[in-house]
């Protein structure tokens, strides 16, 4: 499988600020996403990081708050916007279509990014 | 109803001893289901990824799915401290809907 990397591992931030985390991943994939993982919460998906085009969004995220680039096959960034002490959450990045990985529906994840708000 | 329901836990358990966990799923879409381990302050790292019903073994780990009854399992036997991590299951369609719908993951625990 590939190997995902993700940075800032972990950062504490001000309410109000923004934060972009990066995503590269060692070889090139089909499909990027990027989850939010929450105390107590499923692991939930935001977006779809589109190669090229606008990110795909899932209900109760938008683009505005969770602006997404994917300008090549191995990279991508998530910015969280004018950030307030609910986005306190990892973020992991995670893909899809690897070559000699286990299954076409399988997905891999970063090793996410710890982010704090205060 | 949640679309998929994993028993938090947490789990607690002596080394070498049997431990099952368990996923409820009301989606009949569901074909592809996976187990993923998720070590503290870690990603989530693949364990097991079966396609449709039945039984699936790598080492000391046993993914069991049964459609009819919407019900996974991951079997581990004797586990050993290293085991102790949150366990998530996750499932999807397939196809065009990639998109995978995950428990809320069980916390375990092995004890030495």
């Known amino acids: 499988s590939a190997v995902i990397s993700q940075k800032p591992s972990r950062d504490i931030c001000q309410r109000g600020t923004s934060l972009t985390i990066q995503c590269q991943v060692d070889?090139?994939?089909?499909?990027m996403f990027w989850y939010r993982q929450q105390p107590g919460q499923s692991l939930t998906l935001i977006a779809t990081a589109n190669q090229g085009s606008e990110a795909t969004y899932e209900s109760g995220f938008v683009i505005d708050k969770f602006p997404i680039s994917r300008p090549n096959l191995t990279f991508s960034t998530l910015t969280v916007s004018n950030m307030s002490p609910e986005d306190s959450s990892i973020y992991l990045c995670s893909v899809r279509g690897i070559a000699g990985g286990r299954g076409t529906d399988t997905q891999y994840f970063g090793p996410g990014t710890r982010l704090t708000v205060l | 109803q949640k679309e998929v329901e994993q028993d938090p836990g947490p789990l607690s358990v002596p080394e070498g001893a049997i431990v099952s966990l368990n996923c409820t799923y009301s989606n009949s879409a569901f074909q592809y289901f996976m187990w993923y381990r998720q070590y503290s302050r870690k990603g989530p790292e693949l364990l097991m990824y079966t396609y449709s019903s039945g039984n699936k073994e790598d080492g000391r780990f046993t993914a069991q799915v049964d459609k009819s009854s919407k019900y996974i399992s991951l079997f581990i036997r004797d586990s050993q401290p290293s085991d102790s991590a949150t366990y998530l299951c996750a499932m999807s369609a397939g196809g065009s809907n990639y998109k995978l719908t995950f428990g809320k993951g069980t916390l375990l625990t092995v004890n030495p």
């Open positions: 070889s090139q994939v089909t499909m």
